[in-house]
């Protein structure tokens, strides 16, 4: 539990720990065991890979999760052709403000840092992603509640989050506008500091950080998506919600921490 006082209670369930093996199921079985792609997933489910590093790479460097590595209900390639927009200024009701940014997400090297605010939540049947990098959000006033393909997360000031590269998500403001920063890292992912001459009792450990657990909708309407690739904007469209995991386990997950 988080060691602050908040006025807004967080409603949410969590896994405890950063860089860790969670995995999380909301029906039961719906989660191999044994094996990552069965030829007949549990519930007519489809079996997804989502993985941070190349399969290829050393076990020690190796991040992967699945969404079985995933179960969901409908396959990810599923969508209309996206159609590019504009150089990265809003999505939704969400503005972003590029205040630095060195090298750049093409060659994945280097970091953007971005300043927003908000006054609604986003479109409700609208998701975003950023095909850049994982993104460090910092609020500095108000509550944002992130419905992200692992489950769904209440971040609050004080608090950070991290969403991974590649993963969706879409946020509501349950306390009203909302105003922070983001630290975007275009390459590889983030990790904890090292300890320094504090030792093993030092600040930021894995203990203090959280993972949501697995939650899923069967929304048929059409949703919007909206990606984020080489600082551009793409939308595409698809007949149904991105939000359709149904289990998943694995290391690369959004997280927060008080």
Known sequence: MPPTSFDFE??????????????????????????????????????????????????????????????????????????QGSTLSTTGSVGFISVEETRDPVVKSGLAIFVFAAGKDIDEHEAFYSADGGMLIVPQHGVLNSTTEFGRISLRANEICVIPRGVRYRVSLPGGPVRGYICELYQANFQLPELGPIGSNGLANARDFQAPTAHYSKDASTWKVISKFNKRLFRMTQDHTPFDVVAWHGIITPTSMT
Do not use: I, W
Request: with cysteine; hydrophobic share 25%; glycine share 10%.
């Open 10 to 83: 967080d409603q949410y369930t969590y896994l405890n720990g950063f860089g860790c093996h969670h995995e999380s199921e909301t029906l039961p079985g719906s989660l191999p065991v044994g094996m990552e792609s069965p030829q007949q997933p549990a519930y007519g489910l489809y079996a997804e890979k989502f993985s941070g590093t190349a399969f290829t790479a050393p076990r020690h460097e190796n991040q992967q999760f699945g969404y079985t590595a995933s179960c969901q209900l409908q396959p990810t390639v599923l969508g209309n052709r996206c159609q």
